[in-house]
């Protein structure tokens, strides 16, 4: 069984991702295109570091043994 290339399905993933965080940003549309795109990235970084704040918590709460918090 070939596997197929996961190229298109990941521009597919971010594209979507991306829409999300413009709608999240800017719900109306109301926002010029650079100033929508500029929070967004904001709103991007932020849920990016959030996940990453929660990993580590995570893992360090496996290390010792217990329940993430």
């Known amino acids: ?3 197929e290339d996961p190229g ?3 521009a597919r993933g971010q594209a979507g ?6 709608k999240q ?3 109306d549309g ?3 295109p650079a100033e929508r795109t500029r929070r967004a ?5 932020a849920h ?3 996940l990453a704040l929660a990993s580590a918590k995570a893992r360090k709460a496996a290390e ?6």
């Open 30 to 32: 109301t926002l010029n």
């Open 41 to 45: 990235e904001a709103a991007r970084k």
């Open 25 to 27: 940003v800017d719900p």
């Open 17 to 22: 991702l991306r829409a999300r965080f413009e």
């Open 1 to 3: 069984m070939s596997r």
């Open 8 to 10: 298109p399905a990941a």
């Open 48 to 50: 990016m570091q959030r």
């Open 64 to 69: 010792q043994g217990g329940p993430a918090a």
